[in-house]
T-cell receptor
Framework: GEDVEQSLFLSVREGDSSVINCTYTDSSSTYLYWYKQEPGAGLQLLTYIFSNMDMKQDQRLTVLLNKKDKHLSLRIADTQTGDSAIYFCAEKTNDYKLSFGAGTTVTVRA | EAGVAQSPRYKIIEKRQSVAFWCNPISGHATLYWYQQILGQGPKLLIQFQNNGVVDDSQLPKDRFSAERLKGVDSTLKIQPAKLEDSAVYLC?????????????FGPGTRLTVT
């Protein structure tokens, strides 16, 4: 099975906050990432967090890391229609490989 | 700055045929990656190059997949012969280096359909 797990779908109303959750298994992960993939496009790095941090804020994005529970979340404030996409959680382990979750499809409804 | 370029964008072939994909990374990026993304899954690393040498190809099905990065710049990924389960998007990515944080920049991918 996947080393990184995410819920598959999230539907949110425009203007509300979105929260996407992720769990990972490798306690030696050094960096954890959130990528966004729009239809027909490659992956775009949204934000990342180093494993010795527990929170990072970047404009509308807030990343929370609970290292004890190996849980990562991405909160998007004031969600817009342009935020509709697939969001991938990924961990980088000590061998510098990226391991991705299956992705969460976020649908923003008016 | 130009991004990672890939071609073709789409390819449809019959099983047992061969196919090749091409990737041009961002100028100056030493590390190049090929990923396979099956529908409904996250990308899975197939092979990683550092300049023109292979760093990791542990997930590459070597009986049918091959890749090269001549002169440490462009790369090609080949499948011969293709199977139905090879239907996927093949993503190329590049980074300044493969260690530490260096962001990986992804190309738009090649969508392969094997019939």
């Amino acid at each position: 099975g996947e080393d990184v797990e995410q819920s598959l779908f999230l539907s949110v109303r425009e203007g509300d906050s979105s929260v996407i959750n992720c769990t990972y298994t490798d306690s030696s992960s050094t960096y954890l990432y959130w990528y966004k993939q729009e239809p027909g496009a490659g992956l775009q790095l949204l934000t990342y967090i180093f494993s010795n941090m527990d929170m990072k804020q970047d404009q509308r994005l807030t990343v929370l890391l609970n290292k004890k529970d190996k849980h990562l979340s991405l909160r998007i404030a004031d969600t817009q229609t342009g935020d509709s996409a697939i969001y991938f959680c990924a961990e980088k382990t000590n061998d510098y490989k990226l391991s991705f979750g299956a992705g969460t499809t976020v649908t923003v409804r008016a | 700055e130009a991004g990672v370029a890939q071609s073709p964008r789409y390819k449809i072939i019959e099983k047992r045929q061969s196919v090749a994909f091409w990737c041009n990374p961002i100028s100056g990026h030493a590390t190049l990656y090929w990923y396979q993304q099956i529908l409904g899954q996250g990308p899975k690393l197939l092979i990683q190059f550092q300049n023109n040498g292979v760093v990791d190809d542990s997930q590459l099905p070597k009986d049918r997949f091959s890749a090269e990065r001549l002169k440490g710049v462009d790369s090609t990924l080949k499948i011969q012969p293709a199977k139905l389960e090879d239907s996927a998007v093949y993503l190329c990515a590049s980074s300044l280096d493969g260690v530490g944080f260096y962001e990986q920049y992804f190309g738009p991918g090649t969508r392969l359909t094997v019939t």
